[in-house]
């Protein structure tokens, strides 16, 4: 198989739906991410995109040592492949959550770990959680720009509650932690901008008061995927996009970055439908980003007219719209949202420039 940028070879040895990761295109992401955000060391990845210990590593060897993570178990897999500091961007509330943070923070010593906070709630069972191991970390002000989903309100609250921080013994204020999902999917660059630099004026309104205050701000994170690269020259702000290293169709509308799709999924054609010019494949729910609008789920590559049309668990209706694809063919498709296809996976058949597959990825983070 041939479509441009992507070649496989044997695809009958995979059995179907499953996933490809071409890792000299992750390599070419990587280089662009360290273009745009001039160092590596100013830079937060997401772990949660890609899971696996073997991508981490790829980061690791160009430079890129601190990660944020969603879940526990990126927390370790980052702890455990020679990352340096671990931000756990999701609030911990739940015990065994808490209990599983602390231990990693125990056990691994050496590596910096910090929590994000947003109520009074958090604070006091946090620090009741690090005062058991005996140690201090520190905490980032989590602050809602916009999506209402987590955070402090910008202005006097959030004044008031990263002052907060420090009345706990156990915890250090470090900054803020913002993600600013209000800007994914808005394609115009200029509006994401304009939303960018309004967040970025309520985090040093906040700055310059708890500063007068004589409380230290030493570090803010800032961005996803689709505004990561307007915090990325901000001298006190470390920009934290995720999808970047796989990439998919949706953030592949901001055509003004230059990644590239570094993985996708090989399914088949099961079964066609003359009548309604129509093929099922074998790309289901359980096999791509079902997160997402169902015209946006995945693309057939080379094939650009094919649009699904319905969807199932194990079930991809295709619109052929003038294509040409026939019971049996093979079909790579580029999912639309990266990191919703990663976790369908327990692992990435790995495939080089030439197209052969020689082993795999393993996605040792997929559970929580």
């Known amino acids: 198989m041939n479509y441009g940028a992507y070649n496989l070879n044997n695809p009958e040895s995979l059995d179907t739906p499953t996933m490809l990761t071409y890792p000299h295109i992750v390599n070419k992401n990587i280089d662009e991410i360290i273009k745009i955000c001039g160092d590596p060391s100013n830079l937060v990845p997401h772990a949660k995109t890609h899971k696996s210990p073997d991508i981490l590593k790829m980061q690791i060897d160009r430079g890129i040592r601190s990660f944020k993570c969603a879940t526990l178990k990126e927390a370790e897999m980052v702890a455990t492949n020679g990352g340096l500091e671990v931000v756990m961007a999701y609030p911990l509330i739940h015990p065994k959550k808490l209990d599983r943070f602390t231990h990693l923070v125990d056990r691994y010593p050496d590596i910096k770990f910090s929590a994000i906070a947003s109520t009074s709630e958090h604070l006091e069972e946090l620090n009741k959680a690090v005062s058991n191991i005996g140690k201090r970390i520190g905490v980032y002000m989590d602050l809602d720009s916009g999506m209402r989903r987590t955070g402090v309100q910008p202005g006097n609250d959030a004044v008031f509650f990263y002052s907060s921080i420090a009345d706990n013994e156990f915890l250090i204020p470090v900054g803020i932690h913002v993600f600013d999902g209000e800007t994914t999917y808005v394609t115009s660059a200029e509006e994401r901008k304009s939303m960018a630099s309004n967040t970025i004026n309520e985090m040093e309104n906040i700055w310059s008061k708890s500063e007068n205050e004589g409380i230290p701000v030493t570090d803010n994170l800032a961005g996803g995927s689709w505004s990561f690269f307007y915090y990325a020259n901000h001298p006190r702000i470390r920009p934290t996009p995720g999808t970047w290293i796989y990439w998919d169709t949706r953030n592949a509308e901001m055509v003004e970055l230059p990644f590239e799709i570094a993985s996708l999924i090989l399914g088949q054609v099961i079964d066609r439908d003359p009548e309604m010019d129509t093929v099922t494949v074998d790309i289901g729910s359980k096999a791509c980003s079902s997160d997402q609008p169902l015209e946006h789920r995945f693309q057939v590559i080379g094939h650009n007219k094919a649009t699904l049309i319905l969807q199932s668990e194990e079930h991809g209706v295709v619109k052929l719209n003038g294509e040409k694809m026939k019971v049996g063919d ?39």
């Open 330 to 368: 093979f079909v790579l498709a580029a999912p639309g949202h990266a990191c919703t296809m990663t976790v369908k996976f327990p692992a990435t058949n790995i495939v080089d420039q030439e197209g052969n597959i020689y082993g795999q990825f393993i996605h040792s983070a997929r559970d929580r």
